[in-house]
């Protein structure tokens, strides 16, 4: 036992060495899940997507589970909304809004097989207190909208529109930033690009370089210059898709390359396997929805 504590604070050490990272530490997370008890792939709104393709949604919960339990166990705030039958998609509550200050930004989706799930979240932000904004623009929620410091990074090109991003500024009364992403395959923001420290002067951030146009990754390689950049191989297996509390960080398990680049940085990643959410095209950052008071 000592033994294995030993090593790790050595290879700890180590890394910090190597690097010069500063020590990370956690912040305390409370977040909002769906259990993908009608999950299923019947419809294709992304590249991932393939209704030919079986699904099993008895593994898929099993998966979840293991993701709730991996939040539980690092001591987040877990709270639930119930998944409704006919809404397979339910599950990436990403999607469900965006919730910042106590206020919660309802989502409006882009597609017509995910539309009622914007009312269905926002039912739910209303009865935990949240003050609801009714969307007027298309947005997909935390899909898109990534609080790093205190800007706002918004994706647009697939799904949330740009007018959604003014709104949400006029909303919140933050700098929101536009990101242009031209990859279908990373059709949401929180599929290229991984927000690792969101405090303010701690800021940092990994990102697929090749998800973004010219002027948003000028942008990006501007206003974080020490940002990892993550593979081709690894964000193909949603490993950017992933969920981090300033020191742990919560990702795919086969993004073997990403791992290794956020232990040289000082972080503890945890490796999950949602392959059967993968199907519907979302990972772990897409099954969990940051609620902030
Ligand atoms: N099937 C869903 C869609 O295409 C996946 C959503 C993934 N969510 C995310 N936050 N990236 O809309």
Known sequence: MSTVTETQTESRTEAETRTGATRRTPSPKTVLMCRPEHFTVVYQINPWMDPAKPTDTALAVAQWQTLHDTYVGLGFEVHLIDPVEGLPDMVYAANGGTV??????????????????????????RGAGFDVREPEEVNEGEGDFLLVGDVILAGTGFRSDASSHAELARITGRDVLTLNLVNPSFYHLDTAIAVLDSRPGQEHIAYLPSAFDEPSLEVLHERYPDAILVSEEDAAVLGLNSYSDGLNVVIAARAAGFERQLRDAGYQPIGVDLSELLLGGGGVKCCTLELRR
């Open 100 to 125: 910042i200050d106590g206020i919660a930004y309802g989502a409006r989706f882009t597609h017509e097989q995910r539309a009622a799930e914007g009312p269905a979240y926002m039912d739910w932000f």
